[in-house]
């Protein structure tokens, strides 16, 4: 199965609907005489399903949404986003962000007249040379964060924040946006610099590593003359051969790791540790609790909050929660154990996926006898073939893909799917919000809260595919059918609509199809309630 990037979740909503008539149609918009409803083609998305996973339906009336039409007399494309044309190109549209939820929730690239615009969330950037292109920021769940972007122009870069323009440079790194912060590091006439919130560091040789806590405490590593040093909040300390992990917390409290070729220390709030022959997994707590794992001459050991375990094989995944629990994997005599917050487990043959939240849950994966199970805080499941991507949220919610028989099932807080031929890149957060992709009868298709894609598009853009579509309810009991030969979709064997859908998606919730398509020069959406069968 490849990976989808894009996905699709349809129209959530219907405006304008009459009540009581099933299904519902709502007129979306209305094009002119020479557009058409653009085809995948002609349209570059980039995004994913982290960004996507809060989506949720919209609630009747809202009737937001967003498409791309082509006018067919000039080959140009325009960006229509709920119902206002908000970008025209002579060439393809790439999407970096979309959500029909939001205003101005879009951002986006184009190309006009032989140069090169961006247009994020309302506000147009450019012109710049073309072939130029956008690298965002990272959000802490992976996905693109609009507030913070930098740009190739006329041979720099330059850093866009928080509606600032910064630059030129010679190269940038660490682009960290936070709430009403950021920081990054540039190159600029063979000499790096920090910039914290508008304040340049002096000039460096280079730049290691750079963190930022939410309320501005920040910690980089940088070289001078050959030596490495650590800032934190202005304070530099003394010289080091290396650098290695490093973190800060909102109060600024500190830890890093640093060392020579033969040994190594852990630095914490200005202390050193003894030395260690090697180190690993370094942790800080939002309340200045540490923890990191360490290798001495009678093996490895766990260090949390100054408490050191018994000598090991091996350690890893050394975790940590701001109320002090803690667990960590270790390794001895080809057994494997989990320690959670002291008690050791009985040894397993391997084990994956250690989670821990702040209040103490944990979960992981392992492997008896050639199987696999999964332990959420204690309870044990039956016995797979495999398990992959386990998550635990914040909240203490759980996800999990298994393999039983060469078939792919996810579980979601012990509600589990139906069978599949493969599952990907699964997201869990608070609530219990989930989506993943997977595929069943050689169809694609993405499933967010129970809401089930029958295209990889953005949520609420509709795109002129020109294929048959294929959809199945979550529990498989109705079917939606929709074909270019077919001036109408079927759903459990009856005709709706007047022409083919353009894309379409099954919310379990509510038990319903919704589907978009062009009916005489209108974009309109159904809404269809499924029945009991």
Known sequence: MKTITTITLCLAALASCVPGVNPERAVLFTLDEHEEIARINDIEIETGLESL?????????????????????????????????????????????????????????????????????????????????????????????????RYYKDGSYHVYHHGKKEGPYDNTRFLLPCPGQYAYA??????????????RSRAHDDIGN????????????????????????????????????????????????????????????????KKHDDIRSVRLTGNGKYAFAYEDDDGWHANINGKESAPHDDV??????????????SYDDGEWHVNINGKESRPYDAVG?????????????????????VNINGK??????????????????????????????????????????????L???????????????????????????????????????????????????????????RDYVVIDGKQHGRSPALGAWYEERDNTFTWCAIEERQLVAYRYKCGKR
């Open 380 to 425: 044990e499941s039956r016995p797979h073939d495999d398990v992959e991507s386990l998550l635990l949220a914040r909240d203490g919610k759980y996800a999990y893909t298994y393999d039983d028989d060469g078939q792919w099932f996810v579980n979601i807080n012990g509600k589990e799917s139906r069978a599949r031929d493969d599952v990907e890149s």
């Open 186 to 199: 540039y190159r600029k006439n063979d000499k790096w610099y920090v910039n914290i919130n508008g304040t």
């Open 316 to 329: 890893r995944n050394v975790l940590l929660a701001g109320n002090g629990n803690h667990a960590f994997l």
């Open 53 to 149: 996973v809060d989506m949720t339906s919209t609630g009747t009336g809202a009737g937001r949404f967003a498409c791309v039409t082509k006018d067919t007399r000039d080959e140009t494309f325009t960006l229509v986003f709920n119902g206002e044309r908000v970008a025209t190109t002579d060439d393809e549209i790439t999407i970096y962000y979309l959500n029909v939820l939001e205003k101005n929730g879009y951002a986006i690239e184009y190309d006009l007249q032989n140069a090169r615009y961006a247009n994020v969330r309302g506000k147009v950037h450019g012109p710049y040379p073309p072939y130029t292109s956008l690298t965002f920021a990272m959000n802490e769940r992976g996905g693109k964060s609009l507030d913070m972007f």
């Open 210 to 273: 750079l963190h930022l806590a939410a309320n501005g405490n920040y910690i980089y590593s940088y070289e001078d003359n050959g030596q490495w040093h650590v800032n934190v909040n202005g304070t530099k300390s003394m010289a080091h051969e290396d650098i290695g992990e490093m973190r800060v917390n909102g109060n600024g409290q500190y830890i890093y790791v640093h060392g020579d070729y033969l040994s190594s220390r852990v630095n914490i709030n200005g202390k050193n540790s």
């Open 353 to 373: 996926y250690l989670r821990l939240d702040e209040r103490g849950k944990h979960a992981y994966c392992y492997k008896e006898n050639g199987l696999w199970s």
């Open 427 to 485: 997201i869990l957060v608070e609530d219990g919000k989930h989506a993943y992709e997977y595929e069943v009868n050689n169809l694609e298709r993405v499933n967010i809260n129970g809401m089930v894609s029958g295209r990889d598009l953005l949520p609420g853009l509709w795109i002129n595919y020109r294929e048959e579509l294929v959809l199945y309810s979550v529990d498989g009991a109705h079917s939606f059918l929709s074909t270019p030969r």
